[in-house]
């Protein structure tokens, strides 16, 4: 069946960088966009990119510009989102999500890797 | 950036009632709002897409509507799996989602 499967949780210093991986199965991997969704606890959800696996082509919600990195490898139909500098407010589960075709709505997430910064 | 907002932002009700959540745009967005139910512990899940249509697999009682600014999801006829979180999203101008409006039991 069609689904995203992403790397386990993560617990890293203030400072440091975090890369989540999201693997793609039952569909063709380059045919659709991969987006980044986070949400802390208790919190709603925040977009943070997208990226394009077929070109590799990325665009970034401001807020993230500079810090944040998503790349993918084909070969293995995984996306990656790495984060960098990370800071307490970053402590959040972080989603990958598929592109549907219509409407950029997103029909196939993850299920979510908690990423918790902490010294 | 386009801001999303929802009311109310919680809500009772019970089993068999209907229910509509209203999501509102800082600014038009044609049609390009989807919605999704999120569940504790678990991903979002995608119900309605461009305003109106129905998601593949998504039970019939739950409909969208609206376009510009001001959009609706209504739930028909309550049911015991409807208890979640809704959250709105744009798509017209980048991505921003609404702050969610937790559906409880009353």
């Known amino acids: 069946q069609v689904q995203l499967v992403q790397s386990g949780a993560e617990v890293k210093k203030p400072g440091a960088s975090v890369k989540v991986s999201c693997k793609a199965s039952g569909y063709t991997f380059t045919s659709y966009d991969i987006n980044w969704v986070r949400q802390a606890t208790g919190q709603g959800l925040e977009w943070m990119g997208w990226?394009?696996?077929?070109?590799?082509?990325?665009g970034y919600a401001q807020k993230f510009q500079g810090r944040v990195t998503m790349t993918r490898n084909t070969s293995i139909s995984t996306a990656y989102m790495e984060l960098s500098s990370l800071r307490s407010e970053d402590t959040a589960v972080y989603y990958c999500?598929?592109?549907?075709?219509?409407?950029?709505?997103?029909?196939?997430w993850g299920q979510g890797t908690m990423v918790t910064v902490s010294s | 950036d386009i801001q999303m907002t929802q009311s109310p932002s919680s809500l009772s009700a019970s089993v068999g009632d209907r229910v509509t959540i209203t999501c509102r745009a800082s600014?038009?967005?044609?049609?390009?709002l989807n919605w999704y139910q999120q569940k504790p512990g678990k991903a979002p899940k995608l119900l309605i897409y461009?305003?109106?249509s129905l998601q593949s697999g998504v039970p019939s009682r739950f409909s969208g509507s609206g376009s510009g600014t001001d959009f609706t999801l209504t739930i028909s006829s309550l049911q015991p799996e409807d208890f979640a979180t809704y959250y709105c999203?744009?798509?017209?101008?980048?991505?921003?989602f609404g702050q969610g409006t937790r559906l409880e039991i009353k």
């Open positions: 990226m394009n696996p077929n070109s590799g082509n990325t």
């Open positions: 999500a598929r592109g549907f075709v219509v409407a950029g709505a997103f029909d196939i």
């Open positions: 600014q038009s967005i044609s049609s390009y």
């Open positions: 999203q744009q798509s017209y101008s980048s991505i921003t």
């Open positions: 461009a305003a109106s």
